[in-house]
Every structure is written in C-alpha cells, then in structure tokens.
C-alpha cells in the first residue's frame, strides 16, 4: 500500500489559508476547492491531512486559537502587571483588527454564531472558547491577589463578561468598520467595571 | 403581460421561514429551495416577491428586527419605568431562547458575524443594529433623565455597553447552550455597571 505524501508544513498552510477563507466568508460559505487552490495542493491530497470538511474546521478553529493564546501568554509574560497585560493584549487585537481593515472579527466567535450541529467544529469552538476564558480569568484571579482588580465579583465570572463584550464590541466594529467599539470595551471593562 | 400572482400572506409566511432557516443554518448554509419547500410556494414564484437571495435576506432580517422592535415597544409601554421595561424585555428574550433550546440566538447579530461583503443584506443588518441600539439609548437616556441610570456616561455609549456585551452572551448561551450567560449580562450591566 503507497504511504500517502504528507509535510507539517503544508498542513500549516492550508489550516492558515482555512482561517483566512473561514474569517472571510463563514464556515458554509467556504469551498474547500478555494482552499486547496489558494495553496496549490491538488484536490485528492486533501484527505491525506484531514477526514472531511468538519475536520478541517475543527482544526482550523484550534490552530487559530493557538496563534491568539500565543499572543495572550506573550502579552502577559512582558508586562508589570496583569491587568497592563491584558490591556497590552487587546491593544494588540485592535491593531490586527485595524490593519485588516476591520472585516474578519473572530473566528471562534464567527462560527460559534454559525455552526448549530453537533460535531468535531462545534466541539472545537466551544473547548476553544472555554480556554480563552480560562486564560483571562487566571489573569484576572492574579489581579485580584494584588489588589488591581475587584474581588466581590469571582474572576470568572469577571473573565466571562469581559469575553461575551468583546465579542459583541468585535460584531459592531465589524457593523461600523471601525475600531471604536473594541476602545469602549476595553474603557468601560478594564479600566472601569473591573477596577477595584 | 401576466401580472405575477403575489400575497402579502405568503410573503409573510416566506419571511418567518427565512428567520427560522437563517437563524438555524446561516446565510450561506441556508438554500432558498428548502425554505420554499417548508412554505409550500414553487421555485419559480420566490422571484414574484424577492429579487435574489440577498434581498431574501435583508427583508429577513428587517422582518425579525420589527418583530423585535414591537416586542421591546411593548415591554417599555407596559413597564412603570424605562430600566423595569428593559429588565421586562431581557427576560422575555431569556423567556424565548430557553423555549427554543438555546440554538438559533440573535438574526442579526449571527448574520451580522458571516455577511461580510456590501449589499442589500449588509446595509439591513447594519440598519437594524443601529436602530435596535437607538431603541435601547433613548430608554437609558429616559432612565437617566429620571434618576435611574448613571449621567457620567452618555446614554448612547451605555446602549452600546449594554448591547455588545448581550450579543456576545447570546454567543455563550449558544456555546453553553444555558440562559446563564444572558442573566449574567443583565445582573451586571442593567443591575450593576449602569445604575445611578
């Protein structure tokens, strides 16, 4: 039996190419034949690297939150304190979201909107989303111990309502193509509802 | 020249199945075939009452959002103050996404994360988020005026507060498939965060 040909670095690109397409155009509204075309790797390979379109998407959600949770614990490590992280952290999105023009928003969020069914996508989407919740309620916990953030509210219960309202700021800098609504987010939350 | 046989009913009844298929499929996902099928109406009259898909779409979208509109007028009016009208509208929305299972969530919020290039559907769902977040503004700025919510912060950048941050818990409720979310938001902003 012929081994099929497989590289890790065409993979990469293809799960690259996977976030694009998916941040542009949504989950259904994505071919897989664009995908393939974009890289240049011939339609019958694709199996060689992923079972079906699902998959694809499963691992294309958790290659994505990979980059960002890269970027979170970068944000974090480098900063004074965690709540100059976080803010250093969200500066950073503002500026991706800028220099892309402000179409995309975020993929977890995208296609948590999108896919309904049960499955390996949705299942991704939602482990990924409980992650990054995770990571800025760790963040904010270590706030709380050193007094920058309030502590009459439980850090996750903080983390949650920072996440659901960027997201929502992400849907209406999306709506108004501009980064306004991530800036009121981040004043409103970080630097006010949050502060001790 | 025939005249296209044309009924505001089955407009209507086009119009519903649209909310249900787009709310359950998205944009993409969702095919104009299945929703004629549901409705009972031939393939070729869709074009006696819409122009593509596209104008399907944002005629979608307008139908949901005045339903909404209507909903959120009658909390208000029924309500002794504008904050106990909001509160009265949350729930009833609380009340509607539990009944049907935690799927589905907000049209244009939804919508508003796949459609991404300009058009008919676009501009509908950039129209209704505005109007929606005008609705919510003018009953802040009422509260305001009445000693119920904070004066410091504009009542339309509240509004946008309190919208983002309902649209992303509607994103979690549809994660979490629990109502949890959507009264987390409510307790914290409308009972929290926005209070004199």
Not at 43 to 48: E, H, L, Q, R, V
Not at 126 to 145: N, S
Request: hydrophobic letters at 40%.
């Amino acid at each position: 039996v012929a081994r099929p040909r497989r590289s890790a670095d065409t993979r990469t690109k293809l799960l690259e190419e996977g976030v694009a397409q998916f941040l542009a155009n949504g989950f259904h509204g994505t071919g897989i034949k664009a995908v393939l075309d974009s890289v240049g790797v011939p339609k019958g390979s694709f199996y060689n690297y992923f079972e079906s379109k699902e998959d694809f998407g499963a691992a294309t959600v958790r290659h994505y939150s990979e980059g960002l949770a890269a970027a979170f614990d970068r944000c974090l490590a480098a900063a004074d304190d965690p709540v100059s992280g976080l803010d250093d952290f969200f500066e950073w999105e503002m500026r991706l979201h800028t220099d892309s023009g402000f179409g995309g928003g975020c993929l977890v969020g995208n296609l948590g909107a999108e896919v309904e069914h049960d499955g390996p996508c949705r299942n991704a989407l939602v482990a990924c989303h409980a992650a990054f919740r995770a990571r800025i309620a760790g963040a904010l916990g270590t706030g709380q111990e050193r007094g920058l953030v309030r502590t009459d509210i439980p850090a996750v219960e903080l983390a949650d309502l920072l996440v659901d309202t960027w997201e929502g700021a992400l849907l209406r800098m999306k709506m108004q193509r501009s980064v306004e609504p991530l800036r009121q987010c981040k004043d409103h939350l970080l630097r006010g509802y949050l502060q001790p």
